[in-house]
């Protein structure tokens, strides 16, 4: 089992960037984890941003137009989010959760392990 812990999230302008950070609590490791970041709006359902394999393979979703991308950092221990050319519609509290049991899992019900999210404002 592993506890998640997002950070980095913040009041922003349109057109700023932003990295987000999720780190797995108590010295473990995401080295057998797919790990992917949610976001959700006020009303809207949760949906899938992008998610990095065990295998450092990246999916996405196509609508991102390569302004967001992910990465691990050295130790296994912190996936980040990296995000770009932020919009108003980028607004949304972002989660970051970890599976072992789907390779490029898109749906949150194939992630076993979430973080609290952090809330993400971009303002126009």
């Known amino acids: 089992q592993v506890q998640l812990v997002e950070s980095g999230g913040g009041l922003v302008q349109a057109g700023d960037s932003l990295r987000l950070s999720c780190a797995a609590s108590?010295?473990?490791?995401?080295?057998?984890?797919?790990v992917g970041w949610f976001r959700q709006a006020p009303g809207k359902e949760r949906e899938f941003v992008i998610g990095?394999?065990?295998?450092?393979?990246?999916y996405s979703d196509d609508s991102l137009k390569g302004r967001f991308t992910i990465f691990r950092d050295a130790t296994e221990s912190t996936v980040y989010l990296q995000m770009n050319s932020l919009t108003v519609e980028d607004t949304a509290i972002y989660y970051c959760?970890?599976?072992?049991?789907?390779?490029?899992?898109?749906?949150?019900?194939?992630?076993?392990?979430w973080g609290q999210g952090t809330q993400v404002t971009v303002s126009s």
């Open positions: 990095i394999t065990w295998g450092y393979n990246i």
């Open positions: 959760a970890a599976t072992r049991r789907v390779i490029r899992g898109r749906m949150p019900d194939q992630y076993d392990y």
């Open positions: 108590s010295g473990r490791r995401f080295e057998d984890y797919s």
